[in-house]
C-alpha cells in the first residue's frame, strides 16, 4: 500500500488522481488493523524521495506513527531519479544516500527502541548526508539494564563512540566535542548515479 508521499500536498505533486488522506492512508490503516487484529502477515509502504519537496522529518512522523500503532510493519524508500518523457524529467535528481539515510532512522525507530523525537534533523528538516544516524546500535539495550556514566561504558557495550560521541551526552555534556571527521568519498552524493534523466522504456530502479 504506497503512500507515495507524507501529505496531501506532496502525493498531488505526484499523481493528480491520488488522494492522500481520503484514500491512501485511510486504506493502509485499515490494512493495518486487519493484520494486527488477525496477528498475520504485515503491511508495508513506500515513499517517493525528493520529488516534491518534502522533508525527511515529515515522511518519518508518518512512518513512526503508523509503526508506533503497529499498523506498519515497515517502510521503502526510493530516490527520486527523473524519466525522460515524463512531467518531472527536468527535475534534479534526489542523491542515493538521502534514500540510505531514511532507511537507518527507520531501523532505530522499529528495531532499536528510538523516538521519533531522538532522530537528529538538520535545520531544513532533512537527516544529514554525512553523518549517520545509526551510529549507536546498542544503547538503547544497554540503558535499560545499566546508569551509563563514562565513554568507557559506552566502550564496554560495543558502542563506537569515535563515531556515535557526538550524538550522545553523558551526564549533561557531550561525549565528543566535534561532528565525527567525514569519510572520505570518491564522489559527491549521489553522483555515481546518473545525471542525465532515464531514456530507457523502463527505468533502472524499477526492479530493486
Do not use: C
Request: hydrophobic share 40%; proline share 6%.
Amino acid at each position: 500500500m504506497n503512500l507515495e508521499g507524507p501529505g496531501d500536498d506532496y502525493v498531488r505533486r505526484l499523481a493528480r488522481e491520488k488522494d492522500f488522506s481520503g484514500d491512501l492512508l485511510p486504506k493502509l490503516e485499515h490494512a493495518g488493523r486487519i493484520f494486527r487484529e488477525r496477528r498475520a502477515s504485515s503491511v508495508t509502504t513506500q515513499f517517493v524521495v525528493g520529488a516534491a519537496g518534502e522533508r525527511d522529518r515529515e515522511i518519518l512522523a508518518v512512518v513512526a506513527r503508523l509503526e508506533r500503532e503497529a499498523l506498519l510493519q515497515h517502510a521503502h524508500f526510493s530516490a527520486f531519479q527523473p524519466v525522460v518523457g515524463t512531467p518531472m524529467e527536468g527535475l534534479a535528481p534526489t542523491p542515493a544516500r538521502r534514500e540510505l539515510r531514511l532507511y537507518r532512522a527507520e531501523h532505530l525507530l522499529r528495531d532499536y527502541g528510538f523516538r521519533f523525537d531522538e532522530l537528529a534533523f538538520e535545520g531544513d528538516g532533512n537527516l544529514s548526508l554525512d553523518h549517520d544516524p545509526k551510529a549507536a546500535r546498542r544503547l538503547v539495550a544497554a540503558r535499560r539494564q545499566a546508569t551509563l556514566r563514562f565513554a568507557g561504558d559506552l566502550r564496554g557495550v560495543g558502542v563506537d563512540v569515535a563515531r556515535a560521541g557526538w550524538y550522545l551526552s553523558l551526564r549533561g555534556r557531550r561525549v565528543a566535542e566535534a561532528p565525527p571527521a567525514f569519510q572520505l568519498r570518491r564522489f559527491a552524493h549521489g553522483r555515481h548515479l546518473t545525471q542525465a534523466p532515464y531514456a530507457t522504456p523502463v527505468p533502472p530502479w524499477a526492479y530493486r
